[in-house]
C-alpha cells in the first residue's frame, strides 16, 4: 500500500511541475522613445554631455538621463492617461534647454500574468518649443512598439 502511495506521489510531481515559468522580460514592458543625434550637416554625431528631464506630470520633472560620450538614448514616455509628454533636452548641467513635446495615442496592450499591460504609442508626433541646443527634430518612425528602431533625429 505504501508503494502505490509512493508511485502515486512521484506521478503527481512529474505531471505538476511540466509548465512554463512567467517571467516579465524586457522585450515586454512599455517600450522608451529611441533619439538619435545629428549636427548641422545632417551628419549622426555622439554628445559629449547631455541631461535630459522628463515631466512625468504633478509637478514631477525627473532627470532621466545623464549621460557621456553618446550615439543615441532611449527616453520613456508618460504611462497616464495623457496624451503628451514634455522632456527637456540640455548639454550642460546648468546649460539652456530645450523643452520637446511629443503627442500621441497611447494604447494598453495585455502580456501576461507576470507583466500585466504594457503601453505602445502610435501617431508620435513632436514639437520643439524652445529650440536651444536642440536647432529642430527629424521624424524616424512614428509608432513605438519595441525599443529597436530610432524615432527622432535631433539636430543640435
Known amino acids: ?9 512521484v506521478l503527481m510531481l512529474l505531471t505538476s511541475c511540466g509548465g512554463e515559468d512567467d517571467i516579465c522580460l524586457n522585450s515586454d514592458s512599455t517600450p522608451r522613445l529611441k533619439l538619435k543625434f545629428r549636427n548641422a550637416n545632417d551628419q549622426l554625431i555622439r554628445m559629449d554631455t547631455l541631461y535630459i528631464d522628463v515631466d512625468f506630470g504633478k509637478d514631477s520633472l525627473r532627470n532621466t538621463t545623464t549621460a557621456v560620450a553618446v550615439d543615441s538614448v532611449l527616453v520613456p514616455l508618460r504611462i497616464d492617461d495623457s496624451s503628451f509628454t514634455d522632456f527637456y533636452v540640455r548639454t550642460r548641467k546648468a ?17 501576461s500574468p507576470a507583466c500585466g499591460f504594457k503601453r505602445n504609442y502610435e501617431n508620435l508626433k513632436p514639437e520643439l518649443s524652445q529650440p536651444d541646443p536642440v536647432q529642430s527634430i527629424q521624424t524616424n518612425v512614428t509608432s513605438l512598439t519595441d525599443e529597436n528602431r530610432i524615432n527622432f533625429y535631433l539636430r543640435f
Open 95 to 111: 546649460g539652456p534647454r530645450s523643452k520637446i513635446r511629443v503627442n500621441y495615442e497611447a494604447k494598453s496592450i495585455y502580456v
Open 1 to 9: 500500500m505504501k508503494n502505490i502511495f509512493w508511485l502515486f506521489g
